[in-house]
């Protein structure tokens, strides 16, 4: 679902789009992890495909080498309701983070604790699913 640079963004930051995670999906970088996993619930949220494949890490257990098929599943996914996204901690290192979240989509609560792992860059690693 695309949203306008005005809608209020469900990242949690409560400022409008053009206000938060849309420099990063338009090519800034995230200064941390914390900033990273915001922008890639946004991007979801956004239908921002290329920035999920451009921040998920090139050996994460999660990229896909077959991008067009890639990008496709996150397409699709992004057409659900992205409604909240709630940050229950964050612990960062030099080089890797985690972030524990919930992320409320559609009818479904996602807890997941999230490594991020830092090469120049910040970039989504894999996750660990929680119960709720």
Do not use: Q
């Not at 090519?27 to 921040?55: C, H, P, W």
């Not at 991008?67 to 397409?75: A, D, G, L, P, V």
């Amino acid at each position: 679902m695309k949203l306008s640079k005005n809608s209020k963004f469900p990242c949690g930051s409560g400022k409008k789009y053009k206000m938060c995670c849309y420099r990063f999906h338009k090519g800034s970088l995230s200064k941390n992890a914390l900033e990273l996993m915001k922008s890639r619930y946004s991007a979801y949220a956004a239908g921002e495909i290329d920035y999920i494949v451009k921040t998920t890490h090139p050996k994460s257990p999660l990229f896909e080498e077959n991008i067009i098929e890639w990008k496709k599943s996150i397409r699709e996914f992004s057409k659900s309701n992205f409604k909240k996204l709630e940050i229950l901690d964050f612990f960062e290192r030099e080089n890797e983070a985690f972030v524990e979240f919930r992320a409320y989509i559609d009818d479904f609560v996602l807890h997941e604790k999230s490594r991020f792992k830092k090469e120049k860059n910040w970039f989504y690693y894999d996750g660990e699913f929680l119960s709720s």
